[in-house]
Each structure stands twice: as structure tokens, then as C-alpha cells.
């Protein structure tokens, strides 16, 4: 991936690691290390969704959360708009961070219970210093319909809203700054059907009046489907496989992504795919698998993919199409 | 429910189909939790109106339960064998020597390698995953006639409950137990029941064969959300959505419950629920759609 001189990139990952020190023994002392994010490179194309799909504990929640830097990296690099974001005074930081913004799975733990929603999303606008006073109640309103809620609730509380409602308020939140950039940690895995295709269509509809551009983290592959233009595979801190949406999904290419493809229950079940049952658990991500991280689950292990660790190829040639898999590469 | 069936309730947060399960094996919290008026007749006799004492050799024994958190359900100081081998001493009255024998024999039908092991271990040292798998085994230490399922795969990602699913199915078909899937996933309905209730709003607006409710929904709720959920098997569309909001369930209404968010309300709707009435021999609808009340009444 070495088109970050192309202008229409936005954001450029670059061997980005995140390790956790784990704690133990008689004085706590760092005994080990949970590799969460472990060498994952990427880019996000301006306008574009990039969904990052993968089961708990692969990570991907801590890569949105080192992105938006959230959390410092261990070791590698992030751009956006071409320009570093660690590394640089917090002053700086500020400016840019303006621009980027993240958005929480739980509607509930996300707002503060004790302010109003004309302080919830007001307080963005207070701490850069753009609104005051009666402007910041008149761009509250703006916000509140932009999201498709009414004015008129600028002085209730978040408890007297419903999962969906909260979630439109999180969302005229994060819109308070005029990003350009949006991580979505999750964004509707804790509503329900009904309410969640209400938040999908929002999403969809943002993005295309105010040219966002989304990172949208979910472990839900019909979700991420329905939204993503392209999608990566995460597996144990690991890009596996990313590829156009379309490509992904009809042509799966990792034996993981054929798994979890495989696993969704469908509405209409066909009875020509089999269903790959994968045997066993996630293994921890304090001790990762030497060679491939999925050699210890996978049903086309070779000998190689016990000791070699593949990298992300372009599959039969094709440049949008990677895939880490020993069986593309040997 | 007949007997060896295996029966769906789908329905959203709210709905009652949580509680419509604890109150078939009568684990309602007491006292704000009350059953008004029915009857629960399992095996022909009215499970309403026997003593604790002989619902304590129903529950767990004929009829057994699992839950949507395998984290929660177990108890954390005590061994999975412990744990195992209780459900089989409360109901098979058999040794705890032999138990332990029997334990690794449930673990081992449940799918969980090296089961002379995991019996000395506790829960926090099993994932999500195996933990349902114990919770799986110790509901059918006693050769159940019911199992009921609630959310059991809604905590757990989407391998480990194909996994489960397919345990689900394996064991129905090995043992001959009925099945109650309550789930709000409708892909897990598609993939592991012959029959649906649809609910909302406390009531079933809905019942029918799974394929035909996928295929042919008839009620407006069923319909809107089939509609409003993104398919991995289809064409990308825009998400139907379906106005307004779920009632609270301590908001009486009257007439029909999903009226106020139904664009094909009339009057009649308003003022009576709908009665459910049979389409064929598998099918039943709450709707005035279809009947020559709603078709007199003016559009709204």
C-alpha cells in the first residue's frame, strides 16, 4: 500500500501495534504482553466506509481507539490528511482531533446522566471555544434536527429518552464539531431491529449531506455489509483479509472470513453451502500462535503455517483484493 | 407445543417473550412478578396449580431452562463437576462417585475436549463458548422433555453460536426434547425452529411455519421488520424502518398494540384488539387487515 501520495486518502495507518503490559507476580511487575493491535497497515479513502469486522477480543475496538489516539500506540504510525498525529504536542493534537471523532457503542453509559442535552452537546462547542450563548442553543437545535429529533427536547435529561433516541443524541454530539472523519466503535449492536435500520439510514444519510468519511467498527457482518464500501477482517490483533465489499462477500479468499461467513445464520438457508464449523476458541492474545494466528483453528492448516507468518498479499494479482493466508502465497 | 417440536418467539426488547418462558416454569420474581389469569397445561396437567414442592420435580427435571449469560448462570466458587453433578444428584439421586462419572459423560455430549479435566476446573477459567456448553449439559443431565432456550447465543460471537446451534440441533435429534427458542434474531428462528409466535407488545400478533412467515409475513409488524433488518444474502437496499417507537409496557392501550406505529390503521383498530384468528391450519393473525370490519371502516 503505497499510494499515500494520491490525494483521495484521508487517514494512512502505518505498522501500527498496541500492546497492554499484563501485570503479575509478587510486585506486579509486567510479566507478559497483550498484543492487541499487532503491525496492522491501512488506508481510508476520503468519503469512503471502511468496515472492520472481527470477533470480542480481536482487537478491533483498540485500533479506533489508537486512531483517534485515544490511547497511545506502542509503535507505528497514523495520518491523517497526511499529517502525524502522534508525537505531537497535545495543542496541536487539539486542532486536528477537531476533525475526527468516535462514537461509542452503549447509548446508556455514553451520556452523562446529570446534563441536560443542551449541555451534552453543547459542551464540544464550549471547549473549542465556537459557540457561546444564544448561538450555541440555535446550533444545538440545528443539531438535534439534522438527526431527527425535535427542538423541543434541548432541556430533558438522557434517562428520559429511549436506546435509539440516546444514540441520535450521541450522534448530533459527535456532528457538533463538523468532522470529516468518524470512528463508529459499535454504534448499534445494543439497539433493536427496528430501532437499529432507523440509525443505519442516519448514518447513510450524514454521510452523504456533510461528506463523511467512516471507520465502522462492528462484529455484525450483515450491518457491516449494508454499510461498508470495503471491508477488513480482523483476526487476533491482525488485518487477515480486506478487500471491496462486494469481493469480500462473494469471493472470500481467508479460511477465517469463509468461517464467519459461513456461521451467520441466513433468513433463507440454501442448503448448496456447507457450514464451516470452526473447532475451539479465540486464543488468548497474550499468547499469540507462532506462525499464522489462525493455524490453531483452521481446517487447511499446512505444515508451513506452524512456523511461517503470512502477510497481507494481493489475491490472484489484485491489487484491492490482500489476504495473509499461507495457502495464497505457497 | 407438541411434543419433540421445536417452536420460536421472536420479538424486541420489551415484548414479553422473556417472560412468557419464566412463567412456564414459574420462575417469575415474586411478588411483583404474577401470573393473572391462563393456564400452562404441560403434559395435560395445569403446571399453575401445583405446589412448589411438585414443580421443584417438573422444573429442571421434565422442563429445563438456559439463559442468555453463561457468565452470570454458573456459580464461581464452586467445580464444573460440582456444579454438573448437582443437576444429576437433584433429580437422578444418584451417588456423587458416580456423578462424577456421569458429569464428564454430559460434558463429553456437549462437545468440550478433555472433559476429565474441565471437571476440576471452575467458570472463570472457560470461555463464553464452553460455558454455555455446560449450561447446555447440566439442562439435559435429566433427559428433558423441554428445552427452553432464551437468547442463549445472543452473548457469544457469531462461530461459538453456530457452534451452540448446532448443538442445539444435534442433541434435539439425538434425545427427541421439544424445543422454545426465544430469540429477537431472526436468522437464528430461520436456521433452528419449524414454528414461530411473533410478539409485541405482550401479545402474539403472529404464528405460522417458518417458511412461511420469511416468505409471506402477513402482519405489518412482521412484514416491517423482516424488512428493516440488512441481509447477508441480498442486494444492498435502503433499511425499511417502521415509525415510532416501542410502547412501554405499562402503557395500556387499547385496540390493537403496534397501532400507533401501523400506516394501516383505521378506526376499528383503535378501539378493539384484534382477536387471533386462524388463516389455515398452521396459520394465525391479530390483524383487522383482511376482514370485513376493517374493510367498512374508513382509512384513517
Not at chain 1, 489508537?66 to 502522534?86: A, N
Not at chain 2, 437422578?92 to 460434558?107: A, P, V, Y
Not at chain 2, 442445539?168 to 427458542?181: D, P, Q, S, T
Not at chain 2, 442486494?235 to 410502547?247: A, W, Y
Request: one cysteine or more; a positive charge.
Amino acid at each position: 500500500m503505497n499510494n499515500s501520495l494520491t490525494g483521495d486518502v484521508l487517514v494512512e495507518v502505518r505498522k501500527l501495534v498496541k500492546h497492554f503490559p499484563v501485570a503479575g507476580g509478587l510486585f506486579s511487575r509486567t510479566v507478559d504482553y497483550l498484543k492487541a493491535v499487532d503491525e496492522v497497515s491501512f488506508n481510508i479513502k476520503k468519503g469512503e466506509t471502511l468496515g472492520i469486522v472481527g470477533e470480542s477480543g480481536c482487537g478491533k475496538s483498540t485500533l479506533g481507539r489508537v486512531i483517534i489516539r485515544l490511547l497511545e500506540p506502542t509503535s507505528g504510525e497514523v495520518l491523517f490528511r497526511g499529517q502525524k498525529i502522534f508525537g505531537i504536542p497535545r495543542k496541536e493534537f487539539q486542532k486536528l482531533r477537531r476533525d475526527m471523532q468516535i462514537m461509542f457503542q452503549d447509548p446508556y453509559g455514553s451520556l452523562n446522566p446529570r446534563m441536560s442535552v443542551e449541555k451534552i452537546i453543547g459542551e464540544p462547542l464550549e471547549i473549542h471555544g465556537i459557540a457561546k450563548g444564544s448561538q450555541r442553543i440555535e446550533r444545538v437545535k440545528e443539531l438535534l434536527e439534522v438527526v431527527g429529533l425535535s427542538p423541543s427536547h434541548i432541556h430533558k435529561y438522557p434517562h428520559m429518552f429511549s436506546g435509539g433516541q440516546r444514540q441520535r443524541i450521541g450522534v448530533a454530539r459527535t456532528l457538533a464539531l463538523r468532522p470529516i472523519f468518524m470512528i463508529l466503535d459499535e454504534p448499534v449492536s445494543s439497539l433493536d431491529v427496528s430501532t437499529q435500520s432507523q440509525i443505519i439510514n442516519l448514518f447513510e444519510d450524514l454521510q452523504e449531506k456533510f461528506a463523511l468519511t467512516y471507520l465502522f467498527i462492528s462484529h455484525d457482518l450483515s450491518v457491516v455489509k449494508h454499510i461498508s464500501d470495503r471491508v477488513g477482517v480482523m483476526y487476533l490483533g491482525q488485518i487477515v483479509e480486506m478487500a471491496p465489499v462486494s469481493k469480500i462477500f462473494s469471493h472470500p479468499s481467508h479460511p477465517y472470513t469463509k468461517a464467519l461467513l459461513s456461521a451467520i445464520p441466513k433468513l433463507k438457508p440454501d442448503g448448496s453451502r456447507k457450514r464451516i464449523l470452526l473447532t475451539g476458541d479465540l486464543p488468548s492474545p497474550i499468547h499469540v500462535p507462532k506462525g499464522c494466528r489462525f493455524h490453531t483453528r483452521c481446517y487447511m492448516k499446512m505444515d508451513i503455517c506452524v512456523s511461517h507468518e503470512p502477510t497481507l498479499m494481493p489475491v490472484d494479482g489484485d491489487k484491492e483484493h490482500l489476504v495473509a493466508c499461507n495457502l495464497k502465497t505457497s | 407445543m407438541k411434543k419433540g417440536e421445536s417452536l420460536g418467539i421472536v420479538g424486541e426488547s420489551g415484548c414479553g417473550k422473556s417472560v412468557t418462558a419464566l412463567s412456564l416454569m414459574r420462575l417469575l420474581p415474586s411478588p411483583s412478578g404474577k401470573i393473572e389469569d391462563g393456564q400452562i397445561l404441560f403434559e395435560g396437567e395445569d403446571i399453575l396449580k401445583k405446589s412448589e414442592i411438585a414443580m421443584r420435580k417438573i422444573r429442571g427435571k421434565k422442563m429445563s431452562m438456559i439463559f442468555q449469560e453463561p457468565m452470570t448462570s454458573l456459580n464461581p466458587v464452586l467445580t464444573i463437576g460440582r456444579q454438573v453433578s448437582e443437576a444429576l444428584e437433584e433429580h437422578q439421586k444418584l451417588w456423587q462417585r458416580c456423578n462424577m462419572g456421569k458429569s464428564i459423560e454430559l460434558l463429553k455430549k456437549v462437545g468440550i475436549s478433555l472433559p476429565e479435566r474441565r471437571v476440576l476446573e471452575y467458570p472463570h477459567q472457560m470461555s463464553g463458548g464452553m460455558r454455555q456448553r455446560i449450561m447446555i449439559a447440566m439442562a439435559i443431565a435429566s433427559n428433558p422433555r423441554l428445552l427452553i432456550a432464551d437468547e442463549p447465543t445472543t452473548a457469544l460471537d457469531v462461530t461459538i453460536q453456530a457452534q451452540i446451534l448446532e448443538l442445539i440441533k444435534n442433541l434435539r435429534r439425538e434425545f427427541g426434547m421439544a424445543v422454545l427458542m426465544i430469540t429477537h434474531n431472526f436468522g437464528v428462528i430461520a436456521e433452528i425452529t419449524e414454528r414461530v409466535l411473533v410478539m409485541y407488545a405482550g401479545k402474539i400478533v403472529e404464528e405460522a411455519r417458518v417458511e412461511e412467515i420469511l416468505q409471506d409475513p402477513k402482519h405489518p409488524y412482521t412484514t416491517g421488520l423482516l424488512a428493516s433488518i440488512p441481509r447477508i444474502d441480498e442486494k444492498k437496499r435502503r433499511l425499511h424502518v417502521i415509525e415510532g417507537s416501542i410502547p412501554n409496557p405499562s402503557d395500556f392501550l387499547t385496540g390493537c398494540g403496534f397501532q400507533p406505529r401501523c400506516k394501516y390503521a383505521r378506526e376499528i383498530c383503535l378501539k378493539h384488539q384484534p382477536p387471533l384468528r386462524a388463516l389455515n391450519g398452521t396459520r394465525h393473525l391479530s390483524c383487522w387487515i383482511g376482514t370485513s370490519e376493517y374493510s367498512e371502516e374508513a382509512q384513517l
